[in-house]
């Protein structure tokens, strides 16, 4: 979908930080090893790890955008709302019970027994849920992988280009960047990137979905109207959903297969496809503000 006719309309964006600030899945691998390692689960290191590299790379029929049913260890597959089908994990098709069908996934608060995943981390985790290992270890090993993505040699790449698309977006009212991270390491990593400054609000610790709807609503309790309003994520689920639900325009920013991009006004890949919609979004917002003889880009001002 081209988006020229509502990009002059947009007022706040909403940005993801991991996977949609900058993009690396080389973290996975060592994830789910640290996760497995010195367990019980540990035989099944490279199958785990396996799966995970296939699903990212859209040769396995599991993909993002699916659902894990903990109480089967099976994977559900959602449709327009509703679970139509069940998959083990190696893609065998499995009876879809009639509970399973059942259950909803167009709510912000799920069932307790469905996760969903949508990304690199997703993925680990789930498989950390899978192989039931205590929550103590899947802590533990999410931690440690994210420390050593801010130090060498594991440094993750960022783009420039992006940033600074993202410091020349003037003219909307707010950027925000919300992620489920921890506060230490969200930070860790914006002051990495060096991109903390550029942005009008910043929350670590989410709690995406419910997080990120939460926020929405405060924002059309202040006047924003749903339209004006864009998430961008690489997680729908998480990221995406919420926004689409309440009426405002979605994003998705993945180079992974995902079972629901036609959800989402936008589908993109790369960040430099991000970075040209920044600039887009500039463009069109200055000369809105041009034509009605107005700086947006002065309105609603607010410290954070």
Same mark, same amino acid.
């Given at each position: 979908?081209?988006?020229?006719?509502?990009?002059s309309d947009l007022r706040v964006v909403i940005f993801d930080m991991d996977g949609t600030l900058y993009q690396d899945h080389t973290f996975m691998e060592r994830?789910? *090893?640290? @996760?497995? /390692?010195?367990? %019980? $689960?540990?035989?099944?290191? #490279?199958?785990?790890?396996?799966?995970?590299?296939?699903?990212?790379?859209?040769?396995?029929?599991?993909?993002?955008?699916?659902?894990?049913?903990?109480a089967d260890d099976a994977v559900l597959v959602r449709e327009a709302g509703r679970f139509v089908r069940a998959l083990s994990w190696d893609g065998t098709e499995l009876a879809l019970r009639d509970d399973m069908a059942a259950l909803t996934a167009d709510e912000a608060a799920l069932p307790e027994q469905l996760v969903p995943f949508g990304d690199p981390w997703g993925i680990a985790a789930v498989l950390g849920l899978r192989?039931?290992?205590?929550?103590?270890?899947?802590?533990?090993?999410?931690?440690?992988?994210?420390?050593?993505?801010?130090?060498?040699?594991?440094?993750?790449?960022?783009? *420039?280009? @992006?940033? /600074?698309?993202? %410091? $020349?977006?003037?003219?909307? #009212?707010?950027?925000v960047v919300m992620t489920n991270t921890y506060l230490e390491s969200g930070l860790a990593f914006l002051h990495h990137m060096e991109i903390h400054h550029l942005f009008d609000e910043v929350y670590c610790g989410a709690e995406k979905p419910e997080g990120i709807?939460?926020?929405?609503?405060?924002?059309?309790?202040?006047?924003?109207?749903?339209?004006?309003?864009?998430?961008?994520g690489d997680n729908g689920w998480n990221?995406?959903?919420?926004?689409?639900?309440?009426?405002?325009?979605?994003?998705?920013?993945?180079?992974?297969?995902?079972?629901?991009?036609?959800?989402?006004?936008?589908?993109?890949?790369?960040?430099?496809?991000?970075?040209?919609?920044?600039?887009?979004?500039?463009?069109?917002?200055? *000369?809105?503000a041009a034509e009605y003889g107005q700086d947006r880009a002065d309105q609603h001002l607010q410290e954070i």
């Amino acid at each position: 979908m081209e988006p020229e006719h509502w990009l002059s309309d947009l007022r706040v964006v909403i940005f993801d930080m991991d996977g949609t600030l900058y993009q690396d899945h080389t973290f996975m691998e060592r994830y789910i *090893r640290y @996760l497995l /390692e010195k367990t %019980a $689960a540990e035989p099944h290191t #490279e199958e785990a790890v396996s799966l995970g590299m296939a699903i990212l790379a859209g040769s396995h029929p599991v993909q993002c955008g699916h659902f894990y049913h903990a109480a089967d260890d099976a994977v559900l597959v959602r449709e327009a709302g509703r679970f139509v089908r069940a998959l083990s994990w190696d893609g065998t098709e499995l009876a879809l019970r009639d509970d399973m069908a059942a259950l909803t996934a167009d709510e912000a608060a799920l069932p307790e027994q469905l996760v969903p995943f949508g990304d690199p981390w997703g993925i680990a985790a789930v498989l950390g849920l899978r192989y039931k290992l205590p929550e103590e270890k899947r802590l533990e090993a999410f931690r440690r992988v994210r420390e050593e993505m801010v130090r060498e040699p594991y440094l993750f790449p960022t783009s *420039r280009g @992006l940033f /600074e698309a993202l %410091a $020349a977006l003037t003219a909307i #009212e707010k950027k925000v960047v919300m992620t489920n991270t921890y506060l230490e390491s969200g930070l860790a990593f914006l002051h990495h990137m060096e991109i903390h400054h550029l942005f009008d609000e910043v929350y670590c610790g989410a709690e995406k979905p419910e997080g990120i709807a939460r926020y929405i609503t405060v924002l059309l309790a202040q006047g924003y109207k749903p339209e004006e309003i864009l998430s961008v994520g690489d997680n729908g689920w998480n990221d995406l959903e919420p926004v689409r639900r309440l009426g405002g325009r979605t994003c998705l920013i993945s180079p992974y297969a995902s079972a629901e991009s036609s959800r989402w006004d936008l589908r993109f890949t790369k960040l430099d496809e991000l970075e040209r919609l920044l600039r887009r979004i500039q463009q069109a917002t200055t *000369r809105r503000a041009a034509e009605y003889g107005q700086d947006r880009a002065d309105q609603h001002l607010q410290e954070i």
